[in-house]
């Protein structure tokens, strides 16, 4: 079956430094793959997307490569502030039926001033 | 403002009660969804409409009992929970099965006492 993991964190960084959190993946075919963002208190958002290999999805200074050789889709930003804390989910779509959308356990950063 | 509208945001009743979740869209999506979110679990999809048609149900206990009298509005009925059914309830919308991504509202915090 289909499947995503990621490290459940909590992830803490510095102003400023440099965010990456692993996302990997087990599906067969295509799949689309997603990042959403959780800020506190609130639901999830979609952050950014890819739908095919070599993808690339930004927003926000965020950005994820859809690398279908190494079944990944990792998340990163070049300098993270103290409001992108907030909890990180790594997401695949896969064609077949409407809960072919499988999530992450979400990976929960903490950026400190 | 998600575009997906939740009410209440805050629910907190007894195990001999009952009350209704209630989730709104106005953005032409054709399918919503309920997720439950628990702490250290992943997300678990409970319900999909499509077209104001269940198309999905994921094995929810019949104390949850969804209802989508039309394709902007989808209610969630509760009665007689149990203490671990304290959660984060969201709703989600999507235009098709999802492969462009859910919007999600911000969902309502529930506490059974």
């Known amino acids: 079956g289909n499947s995503v993991t990621q490290m459940e964190g909590p992830v803490t960084l510095s102003e400023e430094a440099f965010l990456t959190i692993n996302c990997t993946y087990t599906?067969?075919?295509?799949?689309?793959l997603f990042w959403y963002v959780q800020y506190p208190g609130e639901g999830l958002q979609l952050l950014l997307k890819a739908t095919k290999a070599d993808d690339k999805g930004s927003n926000k200074g965020f950005e994820a490569t859809y690398r279908k050789e190494t079944t990944s889709f990792h998340l990163e930003k070049g300098s993270v502030q103290v409001s992108d804390s907030a909890v990180f989910f790594c997401?695949?779509?896969?064609?077949?039926?409407?809960?072919?959308?499988?999530f992450g356990i979400g990976t929960k950063l903490q950026v400190i001033p | 403002e998600t575009g997906v509208t939740q009410t209440p945001r805050h629910l907190v009743m007894g195990m001999t009660n009952k009350k209704s979740l209630k989730c709104e869209q106005h953005l032409g999506h054709n399918a919503m969804y309920w997720y439950k979110q628990s702490a250290k679990k992943p997300l678990e999809l409970m319900f999909v409409y499509s077209l104001e048609e269940r198309v999905e149900n994921n094995s929810v206990p019949s104390r949850f009992s969804p209802e989508c009298p039309n394709s902007s509005h989808l209610f969630l009925h509760l009665h007689t929970l149990q203490p671990e059914d304290s959660a984060l309830y969201l709703c989600a919308s999507s235009l098709g099965q999802g492969r462009s991504g859910y919007t999600f509202g911000s969902g309502t915090r529930l506490t059974v006492v």
């Open positions: 997401a695949l779509s896969h064609s077949g039926g409407y809960q072919k959308v499988t």
């Open positions: 599906a067969t075919g295509y799949p689309s």
